[in-house]
């Protein structure tokens, strides 16, 4: 008998991993309907983890807690035994953001502290101060992302805080377009990730305006991790050509369409 797993990341603004599961399972045993099929719902980490556990052997259940704008927000968290599964985009990410007005100089991810044993919000929601050498406080937001980035030169964070606080630096850059990313296991003995920051954009599909600039950085990276410099370092200088010819998506400033930058971007490969 043939045996099939189907195990699929959610399909985002549409359907859950699990959704997708058991509707691609159905399509298959319509198909052939003698196969053995197996699912198993995945997630990449950020949102729709609580709802890929749940899938499985994890329970929902709600907390109360501070949302990004200091206000309380109901949040769902996967529970199996002792281990609860936290979703920060479920408790500070954007969609939590009333009428999703952007507030990097305010935001707060405190609302993670009250549910974990790590990160700044942790400490602050038990009353402690956080400030910098001079003893100015640092306040309870990305606030010393956006003031004072020069001061900063490598974060060390837990996940759910490393990547919120990774948008916010691409944005910073300029767009989270530009802004590629490597999730490295320095031992090689799993396998590492490459994507550009920005995640999908299922709101912009089609229309031209993706700006393909961290995709391409992010294979650079893939490139330096299995030791190819020279191609990698190649592959910057195209990047830094492109973008210095002023061929540029709408994100930074430009009008070029995503089409038009991938073609500057292989020419310039090409040259």
């Known amino acids: 008998m043939v045996s099939v797993l189907i195990s699929p990341d959610k399909f985002k603004g549409s359907l859950s991993a699990d959704e997708a599961a058991r509707a691609l399972e159905r399509g298959l045993l319509e198909a052939a309907p003698r196969i053995q099929v197996d699912r198993l719902a995945l997630s990449d980490g950020g949102e729709g983890s609580v709802a890929a556990a749940c899938a499985g052997r994890f329970s929902p259940e709600k907390i109360t807690v501070t949302g ?13 035994g002792r281990i609860v599964l936290i979703e920060a985009a479920a408790i500070c ?10 507030m990097p100089l305010t935001a707060t991810s405190r609302g993670i502290g009250q549910t974990t044993d790590g990160a700044a919000g942790m400490l602050q929601s038990l009353g402690a101060m956080l400030a910098r050498e001079d003893g100015t406080p640092i306040g309870p937001g990305g606030a010393k992302f956006v003031l004072r980035p020069e001061d900063l030169s490598v974060v060390v964070a837990s996940n759910l805080n490393a990547d919120i606080l990774s948008d916010l630096g691409g944005a910073l850059a300029g767009s989270l377009g530009l802004a590629a990313s490597a999730n490295l296991n320095p031992e090689r003995r799993f396998p590492s990730m490459f994507e550009p920051v920005h995640g999908s954009g299922p ?6 305006l993706a700006n393909p600039i961290g995709a391409v950085g992010s294979a650079a990276l893939m490139l330096e ?43 310039a490969l090409d040259a």
């Open 225 to 267: 991790h299995f030791g190819l410099p020279d191609q990698a370092a190649r592959l910057n200088k195209v990047i830094e050509a492109t973008t210095g010819a002023g061929i540029l998506t709408r994100d930074v400033g430009g009008t070029a369409t995503t089409d038009d930058v991938v073609k500057a971007l292989t020419d």
């Open 93 to 102: 990410g954007l969609a939590m953001l009333p009428g999703g007005r952007k």
């Open 203 to 208: 709101d912009i599909a089609g229309q031209g």
């Open 68 to 80: 990004p704008n200091g206000r309380s927000v109901t949040a769902e968290v996967a529970v199996h």
